[in-house]
C-alpha cells in the first residue's frame, strides 16, 4: 500500500525502530525512513505524522498499534481516520468482537463505527474521501488539552444492589 501511495504522489513516512532497521526484518522502506530507539516511541511517531491509520493484515504488533489508536480516537484526542483493510476477510473476526463488546455494552454505538473496514483498496479511498469523525456524546464533553482536564477526578465506586 505505501508503494501505491508513493506512486500517486503522496507524502510516505515510514517510522522504524532501529533494532528491526539493523537486522534487516522489514525490508526496504518507502519514501521517507525515520529511525526511533522504542515500538512506544515509533506509536508516538506515526500518531504525530499521520492523517490517517490504515492497517492491514497483520499480527500482534499491528493489533496493539489499532487498539491504541481505536482507544484515542474513542477518548476524542484525535478524530482521524482509523482502516482496516480486510483482505480476505481477514478481520471479520476482529470486527464481530468489536460488534458482541458493543452488544454487551462494553462499547457505545457511536465508538464502534471509529473503525472502516473495506475489503478493498478501492473502496477504503471512497470511504476515506467521504470520511466524517465520529462523536460520541458521551465521551465529547472531555476537553484533554484545558488544565481541568489535568484536575484529579472522585469516584464514586460504591456498590449498589
Known amino acids: 500500500m505505501s508503494i501505491a501511495v508513493f506512486l500517486g504522489g503522496s507524502q510516505v513516512l515510514g517510522v522504524v525502530p532501529k533494532a528491526l532497521a539493523k537486522r534487516d526484518i522489514i525490508g526496504k ?3 521517507e525512513e525515520l529511525q526511533v530507539f522504542a515500538m512506544s516511541e515509533r506509536l508516538n511517531t506515526m500518531f504525530k505524522h499521520a492523517d ?10 499491528i493489533l496493539e498499534e ?16 482509523i ?27 457511536p465508538a464502534r463505527q471509529i473503525i472502516i473496514s473495506t475489503a478493498t483498496a478501492k473502496q477504503l ?3 476515506l474521501q467521504s470520511f466524517i469523525p465520529v462523536i460520541d456524546p458521551s465521551i465529547s464533553r472531555i476537553n484533554w488539552s484545558s488544565m481541568e482536564s489535568r484536575k484529579k477526578f472522585r469516584l464514586n465506586l460504591s456498590l449498589h444492589l
Open 83 to 109: 482502516c482496516l483493510l480486510n483482505v480476505n476477510g481477514f478481520y471479520d473476526n476482529l470486527l464481530s468482537f468489536l460488534d458482541h463488546a458493543m452488544e454487551q455494552k462494553f462499547l457505545t454505538s
Open 125 to 127: 479511498i471512497d470511504q
Open 52 to 61: 490517517v491509520f490504515i492497517a492491514l493484515p497483520g499480527g500482534l504488533g
Open 66 to 81: 489499532i487498539f491504541h489508536i481505536f482507544s484515542l480516537a474513542q477518548l476524542h484526542i484525535h478524530h482521524k481516520p
Open 29 to 31: 522502506t518507502i519514501g
